[in-house]
């Protein structure tokens, strides 16, 4: 049994996900969901304790070895993102009860729970495949379900959204074939490893070569929204429902971000990477975003907006992290990678508890509302201080790594605009807090505290984004593991 | 010599993919209409799949089916890739049109422009 | 007891504190009887470490590994204690003082001003006993953002700007400046631990240095060294207990203390004399000192000339540190000590006259002595330790400070302090003067005409604090022995 944890990890999800649909009715299909989210993050949990204790996992699919079958590769670097992602999934499903049912209608609630298992199946098999072009098909099935998820939203322009990410979301995928093909011309392998291990002996001012590293870069880039190639995400998050924008602002973009890691480190190799001056680009552009981003986040209205560019604005950090191309700094992106996970789904599941009682997310709906719902609102300033970055919460360990690579890397204006564009967080943040807790509310409301079915999650999230702040044990220590096998050139 | 291989016409099949994957990317981007989009989308993809197939081409080689007297075949691996990938574009082309129809449903339009002034009123 | 245990209980017991007073939150009787309770038990705690410290021992207490190499961990040595005993020790008086000011006001939201109270005095003695600057720095920050509701406790536009003030300066000081120059601290010499002799010698040279003294100094927003004081005189919106125990004591001198703290033990003095890279330090708090002093003179609002009062003696704390001497490092130990029992007897008096007679600005004062004598008295001790004369503890620490920059023939220093000396008794002696000497103009709406002394518990917090004033100067020993022995351990 243990041994097929890998492919049930993937196939679990996949397989729950027609009951929903056959059994047409919206508390089974949400029971399905639930149950299975969480039979998935036990899975990923097992996967990675055998990682850390055995090395790596290797699975043949059908029992065909690499590199002629697929292959279900798990290291450290993925297992990690594979608790990153069933949690949240395990999170999102025990919150979205409650909420699902107040924003989909009726009829399309269990649809929307088929494709949130086809979501997650997509998302697990992208992180635990080792065949490159494997994980196209899952990136696909992620991104399908996905655009679907996004047009459940109740405003119109969800549609519209959701479009948008469609075409921008499969340019990107389409551009992360050519890619593909162009190393299969070079190699003729697919699988991961394999690849690393013939592209080791390639010149790296190959003409093909360098065409298929923009094109990778080029098509991940748009799937996980670096800056400026991120003009779908703040549409995309607006208006889906609460539950989906939580679940995808903490997975989806990861998932791309390791998908990157994989593609820049193992396939290529940080030598041949350095090389290309491709690191040099990131980093620009991160920066970029990082001002970018956050400076149009204060001056949004709709709190998902300002925290779809706040999302946009941290992508910023993690690829810093990873531009340093240090053992300091990818452990930076990857810790990070995890602490935004926490705190955006904790931003935005207290988004979904005001949505959810006050019917919408202006900030000028929000007047005093910290009254009204205090845990909320608690929560949802746990979350903010992570994001600027405040000692204690998780968002100050990230930042702390993050300079500290700037530092060893000679490179200190970097290390200083960190710290300028946190105090940007600060300014959005505030902004919200302050409307929050120190205006009169409008007008008289008989608003009350969300129920505790979508409180405890909230909470559970915005516990963690402390927790991890202070206990950095196991984040710090698994994102060193696999930052050094990264940067180390294993594959 | 040398530096002219890259137009020389054996390479013609990659003239073919880079022509459609420009002309694709540009309907994708210059039309306003959402159909003409998704249109211009599948040209785009189109052209991937003729990279992949025409990179399994082997010269004086044969389908690959095992049979007498051939024993050169063609890479039938990127044949594979591509029905999947055909199998993901169908998908993906599906969704959209239910997206653009959901569109017009609710906006009464397809035209990004009209879209983008109906948005601009409601927000 | 160990005192591993008393180094923790010293900041569990304002945090149990705070929980308790959420809960009795509705039973103001018994909410305000946890704070007193609270506020003894944890003076008495830390009076446990006052005996092994004077005899020469540093508990320490190493919390949690945050990052590999760098703990959480508290090392109580002889300035932290100073500061820990000072800061609980007129946390009980200012509870005795602040149940008698918020209900003679009928301030509202006290149980939240109660819990945040009992925060910052936590996160004041974690400060204190900080055994490295990231603990510090954490420390630090959760000091700023604890006290913003007291500050904006008001809640209406004028306290929620000035909030806003206070939270911005602070935080972006803080953020851009201090940890930047953590960071760097880090990277240059692998350690933040404080250690006597300093860390940074030899390791950061040259001009290099008195950069990163000067990213320390401004970073260290809470000293309210110019430019960045603003601050203070904004966070003046905030009711008198936090104006006295918050803004005379716990959050300004955790400025200094850090200051002084960093000078000691990160940069070492012996290094900075050596290097010379402190000078511009002493130019930069002299005209500080002479500045504040000027504007203080021109302020009619009562707590904004204390404000102004504050930023001037803040900065003598900065100057005697900048001095680099032996003797002026005591002079700067004992200033915390005398500062703080002063101050807060003047904002006790400005928060007495507002509850008694509602009186905030300094021209309204006339004839008030005699009507409200004991608060005047006090007043005018308060002011005699700001101008420095005996019998007052200002005298001792001016003393060693003018001691100091003979020894070093730092006549600019010298110079400073004179001149500033004439500027304090320029701008509290016309107060009392006027309180006692001068006929209170009469009044067309005479409804605050009569009145007396302020309530009890104001009158005998009040009382306290200036006896502890006079006492410092007749028994100097305890304070004496602690800056000394901070010293001994320096050389």
Redesign the interface.
Known sequence: MSAHLPVLQVLIPLLAAPFCVVLRHRDIAWAISLITSLVCFAISLMILDQVLTQGVISYFMGGWPAPWGIEFRIDVVNAYVLVIVSAIGAIVSLYGRHSINKEIPRNQIYLFYTAYLLCLTGLLGMTATGDAFNLFVFLEISSLSTYALISLGKNRRALTASYQYLIMGTLGATFYVIGLGLLYMMTGTLNIVDLHNKLADVDGSLRTFQAALAFLTVGLSLKLALFPLHLWLPNAYTYAPSTVTAFLASTATKVAVYVMLRVFFTIFGVDLFEETGVPNIIMILAICGMFVASTVAIFQENLKRMLAYSSVAQIGYIMLGISFLSVTGVSAGIVHLFNHAIMKCALFLALGCVMYRVGSVKLSDMHGIAKKMPWTMGAFVVGG?SL?????TVG??S???L??AA??ADM?PV??LI??S??LA?VYV?RVI?VA??RAPKTESNIKEAPLSMLIPLWIMAGASIYFG????MT?GVA?LAAEMLVGGTP | MEALDFISPGLYNYWIVIFLMMAGFYIVIARGNLVKKLVGLNIFQTSVFLLYISMGKVQDATAPILGEGFDTFSNPLPHVLILTAIVVGIATTALGLSLVVRIREAYGTIEDKDLLELEDETS | MSMELSILLSILIPIIGALLIAVTGKIPNLRESVTMITSVALFLNVLTLLGPVLDGERPELQL?????GLT?GFKVEPLGMMFSLIASGLWILNSIYSIGYMRGNNEKHQTRFYICFAIAIAATLGLAYSSNLLTL??FY??LT?STY?LV?HK?DENA?KGA?TY??IL??TS??FL??AI??T??AAGTLDFVDGGILGGNVEGPMLGLLLMLFIYGIGKAAVMPVHRWLPAAMVAPTPVSALLHAVAVVKSGVFTVVKVIVYTFGIDNLVNSASAGWLVYVSGFTIIAASMVALRQDNLKRRLAYSTISQLSYVVLAAAILTPISAIGAALHIAAHAFGKITLFFAAGSIYTAAHKTEVSQLNGIGWKMPITMTAFSIGALSMIGLPPTAGFISKWYIIQGAVSSDNFVALAVIVLSTLLNAGYFLPIIYAAFFKKEEDRKDDHHGDHGEAPLPIVIAITSTASLTVLMFLFPDVALELAQQMIGGAQ
């Open positions: 201080l600027i970055g405040v000692p204690l100050f360990v930042k702390w790594y300079i500290n530092m060893e200190m290390a200083a710290l300028l946190s105090l600060l505030w302050e807790y120190f202070i206990d950095t044990d710090l060193e | 949690i590994e945050m990052f590999p959480i720095f954490i920050e959760v953002f509701p904006s809640g929620v806003r939270l911005g935080v972006t953020v851009a940890f930047f960071a760097w880090y990277a």
